[in-house]
């Protein structure tokens, strides 16, 4: 297929004529126009999907709550990414290799190995009860006592100890105290076994006390200790080389970004993705995570409920501001290493423009959110002792309500300029020049959602550590998620397949609607899981000695 008969002119009616040719069709060019073994292919794919998009975000939150049902899930995932390896594998044995040296065998085993690694630990951790929080074992709420400690710490002060010796008829407990502490004894005990039992992978079958006992010989060890470290970082860092893994897999099934096109490829994918998680994170905070740092929209706990670690985080405004400034001071220096000839053109410094826009903004965001610099800007009026001198009253000093919480508008003033910019950037192909326009539009809706939440808190600050949920918010997280979409699939290597094909930009723009609002439900299910998870292992705790 060459070019179109767009460029022509009839009276009045005028179209562009564009400079570039749309390539034709080519049967074996990539493997989704590969005939071969198709059936395999959708085989392998539907496998991965089920075990990275559904079965590993389960477990995720399931290790995260430190469920009794992580190892469980742990092995459901490799069995699922364990078929769709292997199908996998005999697709690409019957296979011409369509993509050297791609990136995506290469990261899906490297994500499949660290994997295999966290679920033997998480083995290990649940024989050895590491992975079940303090407050949930049977010997973290009381104090172990031998048989003899019970007699002993309620003996009478008339008893001497007669009729203790075996055989006696006094060896049983005959004071109500002695009666009523070695029920309480014996309830300890029952609910401890209880609660091991429910430990246990297996029912508390043989095949389980095996592994406890082996695995209980190490439980003390500095290995296990210094393994949780990982173990932890990869419980929160796995469903993001899981989206790499996917990602990179669905460019080398459409056969993208070879050659000079890996950097059209990374500019977007990696700035979409962040979008894209931007909004996974924010649709997380609504619904309550993070709420232990003051992130959902809530009263920020005090240090002796959450700790000092907790409570020194700074607000996610600060956050915000802060990655923003870092994509601002490193883009600067890359947005030209796409230029064949060396040249500076009004395209780089268009883009060089948008980098020191973020530099700027995130520093600006930055330093509205440092208290300290705060502080510094009132000293110019009146402190309380000097407020005393002139008879004010000392409310009027006081800091307002909304100083505990913050509505900097940098990251969405940010956002939206952005938005502005991108939803009018030029593009040689229509198409492109749509895709464009439509995520732009999308990160301007975010923003304006983002300001109507800032209005909601300014006139009414919260009050409360709970989650407030503002339905805006809501608004944010679907468009950052398919406007993230939209933005990596504008890559010009992207746009020159969907021109081959005939395919318009609504049809990717229709498929990133409906796949964010199943995506959306998705996290509040698996979100709601975990919830389920933390309630379960907390309503399952043996009760304490009184």
Known sequence: MGVEGHGHSHGNISMEIPDYMIPSITTDSSYFTHEGYSNMMMAHIILITLSWVFALPISVMLSISRSRYTSLSHFVFLALNAFGLLVGIIYNENTPNLYENNAHHKIGWIATWIMSAQAIVGLIRHYTRAGVPAKSLPFARYEPLKDSDFANEYRWSHDSGQGTEPGSPETHPTTPAELDHNSQRDSYQAETEDHEEKLGLLSNSAMDRYFMRKFESIAS???????????????????FLGYIALTTGVVTYGGHFKGIQVLSGLAHFVKGGIFFWYGLLTLARVMGSFSDLGWSWNVKPPA????????????AEFVESLLIFI?????VFLEHLGSDDGKWTAADLEHVSISVMFFG??????????????????SAFATSKEAQGFGQPLDAFRAPKTYGFSTNPMPAIILLLLGLLMSGHHQISPVSTMMHKQWGMLFLGAALARGVSYILVYISPPTSHLPSRPPSEVVVAFCLISGGLLFQGSASDIITGMEMYELHAMFLFTIAMGFTSFLMAWEVTVLAIKGWAVRREQQSQPLSVA
């Open 221 to 239: 060890s500095r290995i296990l200790r210094i393994l949780s470290v990982p173990y932890n970082v990869v419980d929160r860092s796995i469903l």
């Open 327 to 331: 994509y601002g001071s490193t883009n």
């Open 304 to 315: 002796n409920v959450v700790g000092s670690r907790r409570a020194a985080t700074p607000s």
């Open 361 to 378: 903004g995130g520093l600006c965001g930055m330093l509205i959110e440092s208290k300290r610099v705060r502080n510094l800007l009132n």
